[in-house]
């Protein structure tokens, strides 16, 4: 079936950096765009990344602007998100999500990942 599995994060230091993974199966990552969506208690849904099917180029949230990277490995269909320099706001479950959107930011994904938790400690 269509789905995305996720690996990777855990518990870090301020400071310090970890990569989430998120493999398709099903179909293919080139041709969909692509996002990372995190979910912290009591604060509004983000979507801190997104990368457009159309020329994959991505757009990062302004509270990750040069701390987050995302990649796309083709050959394993998996896209990554590396962040570095996190810090305890950043604290959240991370989402892996893709469909056929034309826009960032609406949450029209038509596959989501199961999420991941990412905290980090001061």
């Known amino acids: 079936e269509e789905q995305l599995v996720q690996s990777g994060g855990g518990l870090v230091q301020a400071g310090g950096s970890l990569r989430l993974s998120c493999t398709a199966s099903g179909f293919t990552l080139d041709g969909v765009t692509i996002g990372w969506v995190r979910q912290a208690p009591g604060k509004e849904r983000e979507e801190v990344s997104c990368t457009m099917y159309m020329n994959r180029r991505t757009t990062y949230a302004d509270s990750v602007q040069g701390r987050f990277t995302v990649t796309v490995d083709n050959a394993k269909n998996t896209v990554y998100l590396q962040m570095n320099s996190l810090k305890p706001e950043d604290t959240a479950v991370y989402y892996c999500?893709?469909?056929?959107?034309?826009?960032?930011?609406?949450?029209?994904?038509?596959?989501w990942g199961q999420g991941t938790q990412v905290t980090v400690s001061s």
């Open positions: 999500a893709a469909g056929a959107l034309y826009h960032c930011s609406t949450y029209e994904y038509s596959y």
